[in-house]
C-alpha cells in the first residue's frame, strides 16, 4: 500500500473515532468512494470494536499496528501454539500488546511446568525492544514480592525471535474481579493495597513499572493479586535504555501521568499517578477524564490540562452505562451510601494522587497505601486539610461507644486547640515504644549474661544451657509489652532448636502462642513467623507432615501479608524444600525449589553465604530427583561460595564438602569424593560436640564411602557407633535407621546376606511404622535393598514380588523416567533372565535402555549393571555376537574403578568368557576361569552364581567334544 493510501487510512480512522458508532457507516460513505480504502478502515474499526478496554491500546499505535500488516505479506503474527520454545511447547495464545504476544506454555520434560512466554512481534523488532527485553529479564530477577508475576528466563527462538518465560498467572483483571465478585469499596481498598505494596517493592529495588492499569493486574482464583508486565519498566537513574523516545511509546495514555505524555523525566511519582487512576476506576468504574473524542490527541489534553472530577461527584453524574444503580449494586451498596463513602477522605486520597505535578502527590506508594489503611482505621488521614475540627471528628468515629453524644460535643470545643498536638504526640508516642522494646530487649539480654559474670557465679562458668534456663525462668516474670515478649520467647525457641533441645523449645512456642493471642492486632507476618517457628520445631522432632502443614500456612499468611520480608519468605520456602524431600514429595519440593532459588539470589546475592546455603540443600534436593549434573554444579558453587568467606575449621565448609563429595559418589567418583569427606568429618569434628547429630551425617557419608571403597571393618565401626548412641535417645530416628540401612548393605557386600536382610526387614517395619504406609522414597530404597539381598543369596521368588513392587512404587512416585526406576527395571529384569523369563526380561531392558543412558555417566556402575543383565540375556538367548560387545565394556567399567558388588567384576568376565566360547573364540576360556576363581574368593564355592559359571564351562567343555 502507498504511502498516500496509508495516510488517509489512518486520518480516517482517527476521524471515524470521533463519531458515535452508529454515524460512523455514512461518515465513511461521504469522506471517501475509493473501495479499498473504506475497507480497510472499517476493518480496523471492527477490529478496534473486539478490544475489552478500547482506550487501553493507543488509536495511533494500533493504526499504526494495523497499516504495517496491511503492508506485509502477513496480516498479523501467526500464531505460534503447538510450537516449542526452548523446553517448552506453546499451547495457546492469551494476550497481545504493543510489544508481544503472550503464550500460555508447557514445559514437558521431568519439570513439568507451566508458564506465560511472550514472544516479541516482528512490527516491535527494533533495537530498543530487543535491549528492553535483555533488560527486562534483570529487573524482575530482583523482584520477588508475592504479588509480582516472576520471570523465570529469556532467550530468542531458533528464527531469531526475542522471547522470556515468566509465571503463569490464571486471573481476572482487577477491575473485572472486583465487580464480578462484587466487592465492598472496603475489600477493593485492601486489594488495592496489596497491589500498592507490590509497587512500593518494585520502587525500592529502583524499578518504576510506568504502565499500571487493571488489565497489568490480575486476580487469581483464590484472591491474590498478581502484577505483570514488567517489560516497560525503568530502573531509576538509568537513562541508557532509550525507553521514552519518538516511536517506542511504553504507556496507555487513558492511564499514562502528565509528564510522561508530555516526554519529561519519569519517577516513582509516576507510578503514584498511575495507581490513583487504578483506584479511581475500582471505586467507581469509571476513568478520571472523559475526552471530547476518543483520538489520542484529545486524550493526551485532557490528562495534561483538564482537573478530574472528585469520585464522590463523579459516580452519581452519569446515566449511561454503567449506571449509578448498577456501579453501586456491584460495591454492595447504593448510590447515596456510595457517594457518602467516598466523599471526604477517599476523594481527598485519590485527588492527591492525580495532582498534575509529581511532587504535590503522595512521597511513595507506602505513604498512600499508609493513608488508605488510616482511611480503613477511622484514622485522620494525610490527604486532608489537617484542621482540628476533622482531626476531632475522626477520634469520635474510633470511640463512639464509650463517648456519649453531649460528652462528644464538648470534646469538639474543648479540643480544637490541642487536636494536632495529640496526632504528634501519638506519632512520638509510636516511636518512642519501639525504642522502649529495643531498650526492653537489650536489656533482658545484657543481665542475662551478666550473671556469667565470676562476681554472680561463686567462680563458676555457666554453660549456655545454665544461661538459657536462666533466661526461660526470667522470662515468667519480665514486666514487658507482649511483642517484646514474643519476640524474647521466639529467640530463645529458636536457640533450644539449634541445641536440639526439641521439647523444651516445644514449650516455649506454646508460651509464645499464649503472648501472640494477647496482642489484638498482630499482623500477618508476626503469624507467619510463629508459624514458621512452631513448623521448625516439628520438623527436628521427624514429625515432617504436621511440619509442612505449618509451613505451608506460614507461606499463606506471608502471601496475604501487605508487608513483605523477603528473608523470611527465603526461610519458609528453604525448609519446606527440605522437609518435603523428607517426607518424599520431590515432585513438590522442586516446585518449590523453582521458586526458591531466584528468590535467594535476588535476596541475599549470587557470592553470599546465605544463598550458598540455599544451593547447598538444592544439591540433595536435585540429586533425589536424578539431576546429578546439576546437583553437582549446585554443590562446587556452594562450596566456592563458602571458601571465599570462611577459613577452616567451619561447619559450614563442613556440609558444603560432604555435599559435593556426596553428589560425586551418586556419579561413582568416589577417589575424588575421598578427601572431601574425611575432610568433612575432620572439620566437624573441631566445630561440634562428639554427640552432635550434625557430626553423625557427616560420618555416615564417609562410611558409606568406605563401604563403596571395599573398606568394610572402617565402614562397620562408624555405623555401629552411631546407631549405639542415637539408639539410646530415639530408636527410630532417621539417623538411626538410616545407618542400619547402610549397615546392612555393607553386611551385603561382604556376602553376609541372611544377616543384610534381617536388618532391612528391621528397618522397613520401622520406617512404615513412622510413615504409616510405604509410598516413600526412603522405604522403597530399603525395599529395594532387601529385593537385592534376597536375590544375591537365591531366595529368587521373594525377591521378584519386592522388586515388582519397587517398580510400582518408584514410577508412581518418580515419573516414568527417573533414573531409579531404570535401575529398578535392570534388577527385575536381570532376575528373570536368571529364571530364565527371557521374552519378558528383554522387554524390561528395552525400556530401562533410554533411562539408565541419559540418567548416569558412561562409566557409571548402574551402566555396568545394566550391561552385564542384557549381555547375558544374549548369551542364554544363543546371540553370542549381540552380547560380546556389551560385556567388554562392562568388564572395563568394573575394572576402572567403578563402585558396586565385588562378584560384579568376576560375573561380567564369565558372561563375555562364555560369550566368546559361544562363538569358537578360545580365549573366552581365560576369562571362564578368571570369573570361577573370583566368584569362589568372593562369594564362597557353593554359590549359586559361582556354580552357574561352573556349569557353563562344563556345558562348553561337552559341546566342544
Not at 95 to 117: L, N, P, T
Not at 293 to 321: D, G, K, M, W, Y
Not at 330 to 336: E, F, G, I, L, M
Not at 510 to 518: K, L, N, S, W
Amino acid at each position: 500500500m502507498s504511502s498516500n493510501r496509508s495516510s488517509r487510512v489512518e486520518s480516517l480512522f482517527e476521524e471515524a473515532l470521533d463519531y458515535p458508532e452508529s454515524e460512523r457507516d455514512a461518515f465513511l460513505k461521504s469522506a471517501t468512494d475509493h473501495p479499498e480504502v473504506r475497507e480497510q478502515v472499517e476493518a480496523l474499526l471492527h477490529r478496534f470494536k473486539k478490544l475489552d478496554a478500547f482506550l487501553e491500546t493507543p488509536a495511533v499505535e494500533a493504526a499504526a499496528d494495523f497499516l504495517d500488516e496491511i503492508d506485509e505479506p502477513t496480516p498479523s503474527p501467526p500464531d505460534r501454539s503447538g510450537e516449542r520454545v526452548g523446553p517448552f511447547t506453546l499451547k495457546e495464545r492469551v494476550g497481545r500488546g504493543g510489544s508481544g504476544v503472550v503464550y500460555r506454555a508447557e514445559r514437558e520434560d521431568s519439570f513439568e511446568q507451566q508458564v506465560a512466554i511472550k514472544l516479541l512481534t516482528r512490527r516491535a523488532d527494533t533495537s530498543a525492544v530487543l535491549d528492553r527485553f535483555a533488560h527486562e529479564q534483570q529487573v524482575l530477577a530482583a523482584l520477588t514480592h508475592p504479588c509480582v508475576a516472576q520471570i523465570y528466563d529469556g532467550g530468542a527462538t531458533a528464527d531469531g525471535q526475542p522471547y522470556f518465560v515468566m509465571e503463569y498467572v490464571a486471573g481476572r483483571p482487577l477491575d473485572e474481579y472486583c465487580d464480578d465478585q462484587r466487592l465492598s469499596i472496603r475489600e477493593r481498598l485492601e486489594l488495592f493495597t496489596s497491589v500498592s505494596d507490590a509497587v512500593h517493592h518494585a520502587h525500592q529495588n529502583l524499578v518504576i513499572h510506568r504502565d499500571l492499569k487493571p488489565s497489568n493486574i490480575l486476580v487469581t482464583a483464590d484472591g491474590r493479586p498478581k502484577l505483570l508486565d514488567f517489560g516497560i519498566a525503568k530502573v531509576i537513574g538509568d537513562e541508557g535504555t532509550g525507553l521514552t523516545q519518538t516511536g517506542e511509546r511504553w504507556m496507555t495514555p487513558e492511564y499514562a501521568a502528565p509528564e510522561q505524555i508530555r516526554g519529561e523525566s519519569i519517577s516513582t511519582a509516576t507510578d503514584v499517578y498511575q495507581l490513583g487512576v487504578v483506584l479511581y476506576e475500582l471505586l467507581i468504574g469509571r476513568r478520571p477524564y472523559h475526552p471530547d473524542s476518543r483520538s489520542l490527541f484529545a486524550i493526551e489534553r485532557a490528562v495534561c490540562e483538564e482537573q478530574p472530577t472528585r469520585p464522590s461527584t463523579a459516580v452519581t453524574q452519569s446515566t449511561n452505562s454503567p449506571t449509578p444503580d448498577d456501579i453501586s449494586k456491584a460495591r454492595r451498596t447504593h448510590p447515596s451510601a456510595l457517594q457518602s463513602t467516598l466523599r471526604g477522605d477517599l476523594d481527598a486520597i485519590v485527588m492527591k494522587a492525580l495532582r498534575k505535578e509529581p511532587k504535590q502527590r503522595y512521597r511513595s506508594a507506602e505513604a498512600m497505601v499508609a493513608d488508605i489503611q488510616r482511611f480503613l482505621n477511622d484514622q485522620p488521614v494525610e490527604a486532608r486539610d489537617g484542621q482540628w475540627s476533622y482531626r476531632a471528628h475522626k477520634f469520635i468515629r474510633r470511640h463512639t461507644r464509650p463517648i456519649m453524644a453531649t460528652a462528644a460535643v464538648l470534646l469538639i470545643l474543648a479540643t480544637g486547640a490541642v487536636a494536632y498536638t495529640m496526632q504528634i504526640a501519638e506519632e512520638r508516642d509510636r516511636a518512642r515504644l519501639a525504642e522502649q522494646q529495643a531498650s526492653t530487649v537489650t536489656g533482658f539480654l545484657v543481665d542475662l549474661f551478666n550473671d556469667n559474670t565470676p562476681r554472680n557465679t561463686s567462680g563458676q562458668t555457666l554453660s549456655a544451657r545454665d544461661i538459657l534456663r536462666r533466661g526461660e525462668t526470667r522470662m515468667a516474670t519480665l514486666d514487658a509489652e507482649p511483642r517484646v515478649r514474643l519476640r524474647l520467647l521466639l529467640v530463645l525457641a529458636e536457640v533450644r532448636a539449634d541445641l536440639n533441645h526439641t521439647s523444651r523449645a516445644d514449650s516455649l512456642i506454646d508460651r509464645a502462642e499464649v503472648v501472640a493471642a494477647q496482642i489484638n492486632d498482630l499482623s500477618m507476618l508476626e503469624q507467619s513467623h510463629l508459624l514458621y517457628k512452631r513448623g521448625e520445631i516439628k520438623r527436628r522432632k521427624n514429625d515432617y507432615a504436621s511440619a509442612d502443614s505449618l509451613f505451608r500456612l506460614a507461606q499463606q499468611a506471608y502471601d496475604r501479608s501487605p508487608r513483605s520480608s523477603p528473608d523470611h519468605l527465603t526461610n519458609i520456602l528453604n525448609t519446606r524444600m527440605e522437609t518435603l524431600q523428607a517426607v518424599g514429595d520431590l515432585q513438590s519440593a522442586d516446585s518449590v525449589m523453582q521458586r526458591l532459588l531466584p528468590l535467594s539470589e535476588a535476596v541475599y546475592g549470587a557470592r553470599s553465604t546465605e544463598h550458598a546455603t540455599i544451593l547447598h540443600n538444592a544439591s540433595s534436593a536435585l540429586t533425589e530427583l536424578g539431576h546429578v549434573n546439576q546437583a553437582e554444579s549446585a554443590a562446587r558453587t556452594a562450596l566456592d561460595i563458602r571458601q571465599e568467606h570462611y577459613s577452616t575449621p567451619h561447619i559450614d565448609l563442613a556440609y558444603a564438602k560432604e555435599s559435593l563429595g556426596s553428589v560425586l559418589m551418586e556419579q561413582d567418583r568416589t577417589a575424588e569424593a575421598k578427601p572431601l569427606l574425611e575432610d568433612a568429618v575432620h572439620q566437624s569434628e573441631q566445630v561440634l560436640d562428639a554427640d552432635n547429630d550434625r557430626l553423625d551425617k557427616f560420618k555416615i557419608s564417609l562410611a558409606l564411602l568406605y563401604s563403596r571403597l571395599e573398606r568394610y571393618t572402617e565402614a562397620e565401626k562408624l555405623y555401629l557407633d552411631i546407631i549405639d548412641r542415637r539408639e539410646r535417645v530415639n530408636p527410630n530416628g532417621l539417623t538411626v535407621l538410616y545407618s542400619k540401612n547402610n549397615l546392612a548393605l555393607t553386611y551385603q557386600r561382604q556376602g553376609r546376606y541372611e544377616k543384610a536382610a534381617s536388618v532391612y526387614r528391621e528397618v522397613l517395619d520401622k520406617k512404615e511404622s513412622v510413615v504409616g504406609h510405604d509410598r516413600h522414597p526412603s522405604i522403597v530404597v530399603t525395599l529395594f535393598n532387601l529385593a537385592s539381598a534376597l536375590h544375591e543369596a537365591g531366595e529368587l521368588d521373594q525377591a521378584e514380588s519386592r522388586y515388582r513392587r519397587v517398580v510400582q512404587l518408584d514410577r508412581e512416585l518418580l515419573g516414568e523416567s527417573h533414573r531409579e526406576v531404570g535401575v529398578d527395571m535392570t534388577a527385575l529384569a536381570t532376575l528373570l533372565v536368571d529364571r530364565g523369563a527371557l521374552v519378558e526380561a528383554d522387554s524390561l531392558f528395552e525400556r530401562a535402555r533410554p533411562i539408565i543412558q541419559n540418567g548416569f555417566p558412561d562409566a557409571h556402575r548402574r551402566v555396568g549393571e545394566f550391561l552385564i543383565g542384557r549381555g547375558s540375556l544374549f548369551v542364554l538367548d544363543g546371540r553370542p555376537e549381540e552380547a560380546e560387545p556389551l560385556l567388554r565394556r562392562a568388564v572395563d567399567i568394573f575394572e576402572s574403578g567403578a563402585s558396586g558388588a565385588p562378584w560384579r567384576r568376576a560375573e561380567a568376565k564369565g558372561w563375555l568368557g562364555t560369550a566368546l566360547l559361544q562363538q569358537g573364540n578360545a580365549t573366552g576360556a581365560s576369562f571362564l576361569d578368571e570369573s570361577r576363581t573370583g566368584l569362589e574368593e568372593i562369594l564362597g564355592a557353593d554359590h549359586w552364581r559361582t556354580a552357574r559359571m561352573q556349569q557353563h564351562a562344563n556345558d562348553l567343555e561337552r559341546a566342544s567334544q
